[in-house]
RNA sequence: GAAGGUGGACAGAGGAUCGCCGGCGGGCUCUUCGCCCGCGGGAGGAAAGUCCGGGCUCCGUGGGCCAGGGAGGUCGUUAACGACGACCCGAGGCAACUCGAGGGAAAGUGCCGCAGAAAAAACACCGCCGAUGACCGAUGAAUCCCAGCCAGCGAGAGGCGGCUGGGAGGAGGAACAGGCAAGGGUGAAAUCGUGAGGUAAGAGCUUACGCGCGACAGCCGGGUGACCGGCGGCGAGGUAAACCCCUCCCGGAGCAAGUUCAAAUAGGAGCAUCGAUUCGACCGGCCCAGUCGAGAAGCCUUCGGGUUGCCGGUGCUCGGGUUAGAACGCUUGAGCGGGCCAGCAAUGACCCGCCUAGAUGAAUGAUCCUCAUCGUCUGGAAGAAUCCAGGCGAGACAGAACCCGGCUUAUCGUCCACUCGAGGAU
């Protein structure tokens, strides 16, 4: 995934429950942010998981919005708390051009 | 050379910065893990749909018959195909060329709406005939004239029709049986068309010319063949994307295939082999062979079990299940490029060179600059095509997931080759 190594994403399904299951939300008009303490207290890593449903697009589509999100979170990676946090890309966020996306990401993680 | 036809190529280019995936080399580290540096690589023509075909993997095994599914002009090509090539036939187009599920309707069964008399076996609505038989007619037929009557037809008129009476007339009339299928009309389709003969009226009934067919009847020539040409013969409805018949092909599931390892948990079985015996299992059914099983498998179930059925030895050893944990499978392949030969071609043989993504909540990106391309606007040059400068805008369809060969569908645009040819020039 562009601009963020394996060691920063969510890579197991498990990650993934724990995450939605437990967590602080808040959404814009795009995006729904979840984040959720990481298990144990060992890692001090802040990392990321995307979920782009086929409500988003087609394959093409889902693919630029998660690279989109991906690179702006590796630029803000050392600004955030140390959590887990699963971002899910809601319908019509293929169509915003990456500076939007930056501004909505920006005030979601505020 | 307008318009058109066929085939093919490309899918912006270069640079800077920040990143991602995997490879190789080096360094740090005792090693592993990890970190750092360097080098070179990283989506498509359709990667898509998953519609065919194959490789590969496992299951459950070989044969026969049946069932089921698929293919369908011919000959080739191929690993294979429903793909591709060439050709044949039919349809469309002035042509280049395009399109076609393109075997059989005389093996059998079925169906053919509406219209029409009739839709496949012959029938006969209007119509034609009345030869033949019956009927009426010299005790006077048809036809003509005059008069009267009528609830008929008609907007109406003795205009048409019917009936009665009278006159003229002088031998047929009428259409019951029966014959016919020419004409009318219907339809996508009605037993071939036109002329002549023929007949009571008619008819491929006969004949000339034409049209059609490949059943009856074949033969000759050409072609591997589909088929084509000729002579002869004949005159049949269509429908198989209705059942069906014929020929050929087909086991199933799929990389979440499958193999290995690890940890945790449960906790004792598993394998091989010999003999007897009957029963059962072997993925659509049956049969044969073979193999396997004896808490196996099948069936039922309230998920506890029940039921059909029911033996003994010998030897060996670790084995099995679960878990989206990890690794392998995983990219060298019916591969790509070039040459040459064979072939009309699809394609094949040989030689040389090349290595070209391997992710797995899934890498191949973001930002900026420059230059091309196309569109558009403004200004300038010129009569115009066009050229120059500047501004603005556009760049599609779409993301590898085991790998190939095809097909289909999506797609902003640009370019090339061959071809046909309205028209122009000579």
Redesign the pocket.
């Known amino acids: ?7 920063f ?6 990650d ?2 724990r995450v939605q299951g437990k967590s602080d939300r808040s959404q814009s008009a795009h995006f729904i942010l979840l984040a959720a303490k990481q298990p144990g207290s060992i890692e001090k890593k802040a990392r990321l ?3 782009a449903s086929k409500k988003v697009g ?3 589509a889902r ?2 919005v ?3 999100i991906k ?1 702006f979170f ?1 630029k803000r990676r050392e600004e955030v708390l140390a959590k887990d946090y699963v971002i899910i890309a809601r319908r019509g966020s293929e169509l915003l ?2 500076r939007e996306m930056n501004k909505e990401l920006d005030g979601l993680f505020r």
Do not use: F, P, Q
Request: aromatic content about 4%; charged content about 45%; cysteine-free.
């Open positions: 995934m562009t601009g963020l190594s394996r060691d994403r969510l890579r197991k399904r498990k993934y429950l998981g995307i979920t087609n394959a093409v693919n630029k998660k690279r989109g690179e590796r051009r990456s």
